[in-house]
């Protein structure tokens, strides 16, 4: 019984953890780019445009 909890905590913390990684608010131009949001500047997360896919 202990050994499938550990094994569900482990997959939910795992789960947790990898998909905030990848986190942007997904709202993309049509080179994959976009603008930083005001909040994500004041949080150092970014300062103006960049992409999130690579460029053809």
């Not at 789960?15 to 986190?23: D, F, L, Q």
């Not at 603008?35 to 690579?54: F, I, M, P, R």
């Amino acid at each position: 019984m202990k050994k499938i909890v550990i094994v569900i905590l482990s997959l939910v913390v795992l789960i947790g953890v990898s998909s905030s990684a990848y986190a942007h608010p997904g709202r993309l131009d049509k080179h994959g780019g976009h603008n930083c949001s005001a909040k994500s500047k004041q949080k150092g997360l970014c300062t103006g445009y960049h992409y999130h896919k690579k460029k053809k």
